[in-house]
Each structure stands twice: as structure tokens, then as C-alpha cells.
């Protein structure tokens, strides 16, 4: 996956941008890291790369922690978080520029598209929609119930969601950021280690005043494999606890009685993982919490 987005990458267009490719392995242990250590060594067509190796899984917020302090360290005027399963068109990086200069915008995401034959419902589409079904197009939070949501997902693109316009959040998969908003607001909070962290993050950036904008020309496309979907056990307690502390954090009072209500009602009835994810928010268990304890 990485060499495809690296590959994608050195066709990225540049012009008037001098971009340096940060790639952070996040305590891998299979041969990933050999993997990325020569095609780092390889110079893909003159990208500059630089390799940082982080000895344990940080989790998604402090793994791009570990990058951004870097790219901010040297100098970044922006800061673009990308996931390894990806795979860009040319110009992405112009058109997210280009739209957070134009509206002044603090984060600005993309629009993202199911790689071919990653879709959730291959059976819905006709062949010659593969590489065009929506994955995100902008952001959507539903407050009431504490939950956020991708624009778009599952469609089919027809130009329906080709308005540059402010959004909600914007996902993590891709990220532009002004480095000012992470000097304001501070870096993605490892309390959520995965999920709900771009969430809180983009809460966090609008609270201090900055734009979240959808930029529809700025494309990519997403392997989107799906191994901690729904109904997994990755996914039953970073979901379950993070929903809870994203939303004590940031929604209506009306919400945060009913995420209460509902909590009990998951201790009672919940499956194994829900239970221990609601046991570690009122511990305050955060970080990796009891399943780093079960699961290294």
C-alpha cells in the first residue's frame, strides 16, 4: 500500500510548493518497515522522504503527532496527514492549497473516492462507476444523537458534490492544516487513540476561530480494507468510548443525558467490548485503554 501512495505521490504536481514526504511506521511488526527503509533508500523520482520509526502502535492521534512535531519542527507552512492506502491525483495538494488560501480556511479536506473494488457494496455498481463511488464528500456531525458521518458515502459521483464549501469536520484520511492552527489549538489528542480524533480536533480548530472547508477538486482514492469495521472488537471499544468522550466534550446537554442513559443501558446489555469501553471513559482509561492491555 505505501509504495502505491509514494508511487502517486512523486507524480503529484509542485509547482511553487517544495514538498517533503514524512512517512512514520507506527510500531509495525511485519516487514514494513524493511519495506519502507529501501524505498526510502530508493529516492522515488527524487521525492524527498524522510523515515520515522516509532518502536510501539501510538495509535492514530500520537502516530501524526510524531509527524507534525517534525513538520513543524522544519518549518511547514502546512500540514498534510495522509493515510498509506491512498492513492492521489496529480494536482490534490494544488487544489487543497489553493482552497485554504482562497477562504482563508484552517483545515481543508478532499474528496475521496473508493479505490476499484473496495467499495462497501460492490454489487450496486456498474463497471463503469468503479473508481468514482463517493467515500467522503465533506463532513456531516448529527448532535442530537452523537454521530458523525461522511457526506456522500456509497454514491456515485455526478458532479453533486462539486461546490467548495465549509463542512462539519474533515476526515483523516486526508488533512490539510495551516501549522498556525496547531501552534493555537495543539496537536490531534492521543486521549481518543483512534477514531473521534479528527473530530475533536476540527471542534477544537473551529472553537478558535479557523474554517473547515471540502475541497471537491482535490482527489483521492481510498483502499478503505475495512479490517476494524463494524461489529469488530476494535471497533466496539474505540468507538463505543470515544463516541462518549467526543460527545461529553462537545455536544448539547440534552445529548450528553441521553449518551448517559445510554451508557447504562450498553453495561447492561452490551456486548464484551462495548461494556469495557464505557467501564474505561468513567475510569478515564483513555489512550489505549484496556485493549492495549489485552491486545500489546
Keep these: 500500500m505505501i509504495a502505491n501512495c509514494l508511487a502517486s505521490i512523486a507524480k503529484a504536481e509542485t509547482k511553487g510548493i517544495d514538498l517533503k514526504v514524512l512517512v512514520v511506521d507506527n510500531g509495525s511488526v511485519d516487514d514494513s518497515v524493511e519495506k ?43 500540514v498534510c496527514l ?80 462539486d461546490k467548495v464549501q465549509e463542512t462539519e469536520y474533515v476526515n483523516g484520511c486526508l488533512m490539510l492544516v495551516k501549522s498556525e492552527v496547531f501552534k493555537k489549538v495543539g496537536l490531534l489528542d492521543p486521549k481518543y487513540f483512534l477514531y473521534f480524533e479528527e473530530n475533536d480536533f476540527c471542534q477544537r480548530a473551529k472553537k478558535a ?40 466534550r462537545w455536544a448539547p446537554l440534552k445529548s450528553k443525558i441521553a449518551l448517559i442513559k445510554e451508557s447504562v443501558k450498553i453495561l447492561i446489555s452490551g456486548r464484551e467490548w462495548q461494556k469495557t469501553a464505557i467501564r474505561d471513559f468513567y475510569l478515564r482509561n483513555l489512550g489505549k485503554g484496556s485493549w492495549g492491555k489485552k491486545n500489546g
Excluded at 501524526?64 to 517534525?70: D, R, T, W
Design 209 to 248: 476561530g479557523f474554517k473547515l472547508y471540502y475541497g471537491p477538486k482535490a482527489v483521492i482514492w481510498h483502499l478503505n480494507a475495512g479490517s476494524s469495521g463494524p461489529g469488530s472488537a476494535l471497533h466496539d471499544y474505540f468507538l463505543t468510548r470515544n463516541r462518549l468522550l467526543f460527545g461529553m
Design 82 to 161: 495522509l493515510n498509506n492506502d491512498t492513492r492521489v491525483k496529480a494536482d490534490f495538494l494544488l487544489q487543497l492549497i489553493e482552497v485554504a488560501e482562497k477562504e482563508e480556511a484552517g483545515i481543508v479536506g478532499g474528496k475521496i473516492y473508493f479505490e476499484k473494488g473496495y467499495e462497501f457494496h460492490k454489487e450496486r455498481y456498474k463497471k463503469k462507476d468503479l473508481g468514482k463511488v463517493i467515500w467522503y464528500a465533506g463532513g456531516k456531525i448529527d448532535w442530537q444523537n452523537v454521530y458523525a458521518s461522511h457526506r456522500g458515502v456509497d454514491e456515485v459521483d455526478e458532479n453533486q458534490y
Design 36 to 78: 519502507i527503509k529501501k524505498l526510502v533508500s530508493s529516492k522515488i523520482k527524487n521525492l524527498k522522504i524522510h523515515f520515522i520509526e516509532n518502536k510501539e502502535n501510538l495509535g492514530f492521534a500520537e502516530g501524526n503527532n510524531i509527524g507534525i512535531k517534525y513538520a513543524l519542527k522544519n518549518g511547514a507552512d502546512f
